[in-house]
């Protein structure tokens, strides 16, 4: 690999950031962000060619899940602990949009297993390609071509 790849993971924790710098060395550098706004920080200061996403951010303070609570709760019949479970759950998904809304078309990699949710993941690729993921199973080699195909694709389009 002749360029670096430049990663951003954003996640709640710092697992998938540890194991990244552990098993996908040669070639790629990660800088971890661990909510959407820091995210979105990192993006306006420096230039990253893919995004890893956490799909799920259950370990964050509320405050800093995107998306709006209240909105989210009147879907909830007005239960605010019901619509800050979905925010977490799906804060990946909101991430990348804030992502998006803010002019960043870089490649985005969900870590979640969506082969159980065709019409979600169609639409996910609707709203915000190049877009592509990983189960959390993922073996280092599977990330690392999927990582690389999302940076081709990008480049080639």
């Keep these: 690999m002749s360029a670096l790849v430049n990663v951003l993971v954003v996640e709640d924790g710092e697992e998938y950031t540890?194991?990244?710098?552990?098993?996908?060395?040669?070639?790629?550098?990660?800088?971890?962000?661990?909510d959407g706004g820091a995210a979105l920080?990192?993006?306006?200061?420096g230039t990253y060619d893919l995004a890893f996403l956490d799909m799920r951010f259950?370990?964050?303070q509320p405050g800093v899940l995107l998306g709006d609570l209240a909105e989210t709760a009147?879907?909830?019949?007005?239960?605010?602990?019901?619509?800050?479970?979905?925010?977490e759950e799906h804060q990946g998904a909101y991430i990348l949009a804030a992502i998006r809304a803010a002019?960043?078309?870089?490649?985005?990699?969900?870590?979640?297993?969506?082969?159980?949710e065709p019409r979600r993941w169609a639409n996910l690729v609707r709203l915000y390609a190049p877009v592509s993921y990983l189960p959390d199973n993922a073996a280092p080699s599977d990330i690392?071509?999927?990582?690389?195909?999302?940076?081709?694709?990008?480049?080639?389009a």
């Design 74 to 87: 009147e879907r909830f019949n007005g239960d605010p602990v019901r619509a800050r479970q979905f925010l």
């Design 103 to 116: 002019g960043h078309t870089l490649p985005a990699v969900f870590s979640h297993d969506f082969d159980g």
């Design 144 to 156: 690392r071509e999927t990582f690389l195909r999302a940076r081709r694709h990008v480049r080639s």
């Design 58 to 60: 259950d370990r964050v």
């Design 41 to 45: 920080g990192l993006l306006a200061e």
């Design 18 to 34: 540890e194991n990244l710098s552990r098993f996908c060395t040669d070639g790629f550098a990660f800088t971890r962000a661990g």
